[in-house]
């Protein structure tokens, strides 16, 4: 029995984000300054935490000194909060944006330089669905996913340490099973990749359908094509449909089991944690930094999942915009054709066969001669090869050296 063919491979992640930020370039810096300045807000988050505790603890034993001394450094930490935060958005938002503009000139400046038969090959509708669906998918990246991934990850691990340090027992308890069900909510994201990449291969052909049918208006009515055009439009929409679909069963998968077990830790933290303090073991204060920082180390639990199955989404965008990008360049070595023989013919095909990729051949052999200063009509049935011939007399796939010739010059030589 043959082998049946194994499943696609999921978008590396990480070397795609290794790229968009080699890519940006001298934009990243707006990127790693977002990063430190996030840095200096987690750090005040703990201490304006920090201050709340011992408010609260100064209330219940009666030290109005401490509580006043407290309650205005909380207060005196909102201005250079609202600093860091401004400073943060606004260097995610110059990263983003400019890394965006950035790869927009690429892909127009790359897609005038492609061959015409990397063109033939791909419709255009599928590059205008590089250029707006992907592109879109980089911007919530650039924008949202990727900072949001950095950001909670900074306060995870300032916010764990402080519980640690309140309470180890409390902390270890209360998060013992948190790297469990993050690997097991992760597991469910690998699938999201590869089939949002398949997503996304299906719209680009719903779209293509959809612009031939815009384009070609006329030409569809004048030989009463809407029917066909619909048909076939109708079963590239299922396609997509039933792929993003799929894509949905895995998000709301992830997302509501996120949501459930994200929940847990909360409770045995209340449960403990009001055991410890009724047994004098922590102040109520310490209780109320523990149950508030609690939050950003389980949070991740039901956001950190889908922020990884976006980035891994967004991955495939990513492969899709520089697959593009990449593609080789039409040559740029050519140089206008100088007569070699005042005898030679214009046009001159020596023994030449032709094929488009490697498909049937649409040339077999054909050798002919055009003199200079003659008209010379070529005629046959539809694919008989007369469009290919003239694709081939402007350069738009290259022969071998020698089997075409202007004016006694070797076109692609």
Known sequence: MPKKPSPAPANPIWPSIRRLLKFAGRQSAWLYAALAFDLLLAVTLILSIDFMRKVFDAVLAGQSSVFWRYTW????????????????????????????AKLRQAIAAHSTTLPVSYLEQRHSGDLLSVLNADLAKLKTLLGN??????????????????????????????????PAIFLLISRLTQ??????????????????????????????????????????????????????????????????????????????????????????????????????LLN?????????????????????????????????????????????QDSAPAIQFKDVSFAYNGDCPVLKHVSLAIPKGQTVAIVGPSGGGKTTLLKLILGYYPLPNERLRLFGADLNA
Request: charged share 15%; proline share 3%; aromatic share 10%.
């Open 73 to 100: 450094l909380s207060l005196a930490l909102a201005v250079p909060n609202i600093l860091f935060a401004y400073l943060k958005t606004r260097g995610v938002g110059q990263f983003s944006e400019r890394t965006l």
């Open 145 to 178: 996913n990727l900072m949001d991934f950095f950001f909670q990850s900074i306060r995870f691990v300032f916010a764990l340490v402080y519980i640690i340090s309140i309470n180890w027992l409390l902390a270890l308890v209360s998060t013992i099973l948190t």
């Open 296 to 340: 950003y180390v389980v949070n991740p639990l039901g956001s950190l999942p889908g922020i990884i199955a976006s980035i891994g989404e967004a991955a495939g965008a990513a492969q899709r915009v520089f697959k593009l990008i990449d593609s080789p360049s039409e040559r740029q070595d050519g140089a206008v054709t100088q007569p070699a």
């Open 191 to 292: 699938p999201v990749t590869r089939r949002s990449e398949e997503m996304q291969n299906e719209i680009g052909q719903v779209n293509s359908l959809a612009q031939d049918s815009l384009a070609g208006a006329m030409v569809v009515k004048s030989f009463n094509l809407a029917g066909i055009l619909d048909e076939r439009f109708h079963l590239a929409n299922l396609k997509a449909l039933k792929k993003g679909l799929g894509v949905a069963r895995y998000w709301s998968m992830i997302n509501g089991l996120g949501m459930g077990l994200s929940i847990t830790p909360f409770i045995i933290a209340m449960g403990l944690g009001g055991y410890l303090v009724i047994d004098k073991n922590l102040t109520f204060g310490g209780l109320f930094a523990f149950i508030n």
